[in-house]
């Protein structure tokens, strides 16, 4: 099993700034995307951003240009760092992370982290 712990939620003002991180942990694995969504009340779940482990990066239209994606392959670890934050960025983000392991796929979600951008 790949276990994922988040951390970097918080509250801010708009135009601040916070950074996600998202560990993933296990045995016997290897990752191949890695990524971030995100859910506001009353709405579905959404990509803000992913990355796989060529480096390739896939934003939605909404936070291109405001927020980054990083992987730090050594310690199987995805950042999201999110600046210039609105109000409409409030939600939970959640981190899945997709790859195989002990010749499976897997396809594993964190607890989510709440982000509140309000003045």
């Known amino acids: 099993q790949v276990q994922l712990v988040e951390s970097g939620g918080g509250l801010v003002q708009p135009g601040g700034s916070l950074r996600l991180s998202c560990v993933a942990s296990?045995?016997?694995?290897?990752?191949?995307?890695m990524g971030w969504y995100r859910q506001a009340p009353g709405t579905q779940r959404e990509l803000v951003a992913d990355?796989?482990?060529?480096?390739?990066?896939d934003y939605a239209d909404s936070v291109k240009g405001r927020f980054t994606i990083s992987r730090d392959y050594a310690k199987n670890t995805v950042y999201l760092q999110m600046n210039s934050l609105k109000p409409e960025d409030t939600a939970v983000y959640y981190c899945?992370?997709?790859?195989?392991?002990?010749?499976?796929?897997?396809?594993?979600w964190g607890q989510g982290t709440q982000v509140t951008v309000t003045s």
């Open positions: 296990g045995s016997f694995f290897s990752i191949n995307v």
């Open positions: 990355i796989t482990s060529g480096g390739t990066t």
């Open positions: 899945r992370v997709q790859g195989r392991r002990m010749g499976r796929p897997y396809d594993e």
